[in-house]
């Protein structure tokens, strides 16, 4: 049972920016703290921005100025603007609960790619 789709991803330039969005599915999320997270190649899964129920918000050091995490409870969405991307920034990008555990399930993410 798919509980997590992630879109919005695509091919930038370094400067731009894009919005990725998430929708879950079922009421196991509904209360649940919510984070993006994003996997380069060669490297392990990282977290970069979390959201709780309420809003609150931390972001990475990496990230943090140039993304903005939020959510819509009602639409069961969780949204990452991101903007002055850098190729740094490349990799596929997640969403699932925060913390995860060896037994969360994972969407199929979506694929960022920052060019020069």
């Known amino acids: 049972q798919v509980q997590l789709v992630e879109s919005g991803g695509g091919l930038v330039q370094a400067g731009g920016s894009l919005r990725l969005s998430c929708v879950t599915t079922?009421?196991?999320?509904?209360?649940?703290?919510m984070g993006w997270y994003r996997q380069a190649p060669g490297k392990q899964r990282e977290l970069v921005a979390r959201i709780t129920f309420g809003g609150g918000t931390n972001y990475a050091d990496s990230v943090k100025g140039r993304f903005t995490i939020s959510r819509d409870n009602a639409k069961n969405t969780v949204y990452l603007q991101m903007t002055s991307l850098k190729p740094d920034d490349t990799a596929v990008y997640y969403c699932?609960?925060?913390?995860?555990?060896?037994?969360?399930?994972w969407g199929q993410g979506t694929q960022v790619t920052v060019s020069t």
């Open positions: 699932n609960e925060y913390p995860t555990y060896s037994y969360s399930s």
């Open positions: 079922g009421s196991r999320f509904r209360f649940k703290t």
